[in-house]
């Protein structure tokens, strides 16, 4: 099922709210709810996507693949699971530079439509020779 990029970017959008919110208030428990909702987004059942979803009902004029998407959110879950060792751990530092950089990524897609994740979604597909084969064919 193809990906609606409006939803996409309000689901950036919020989670660019609720990062920066974890560093102004350095709360691991925002942190956590915001990495399960990246699982939730890697298999594709992002709540904010839903809400989106609630009230624009309109059909996107266009639709992106669902692959570089799903992948970003796993680089998402990746940066807020090392935030949640670095405040399980004492190591404030690293959770908040965890969290800076997925904040980072979360605003590049919200601000500009940059999805950072997607991009280096599709440099490992370029650069992996049995993808070259896949597209080739």
Known sequence: MPADPRALRFGAAVTTLVLASVLVTESPWLLAAQAVVFALGV??????????????????????????????QLVG??????GLAGYLTGTV??????????LLAAFLDAAFGFCLGCEIYL??????????MEVSQ
């Open 43 to 72: 298999a594709r059942r992002s709540p904010y996507v839903v809400l989106f979803k609630a009230f624009v009902t309109s059909t996107p004029k266009k639709t992106e693949d669902p692959r570089p998407p799903r992948f970003a």
């Open 123 to 132: 440099l490992i597909r370029r650069s992996t020779p049995a993808a070259n």
């Open 93 to 102: 530092p690293l959770a908040l530079a965890a969290t800076a950089a997925a």
């Open 77 to 82: 879950l990746v940066f807020a699971v090392t």
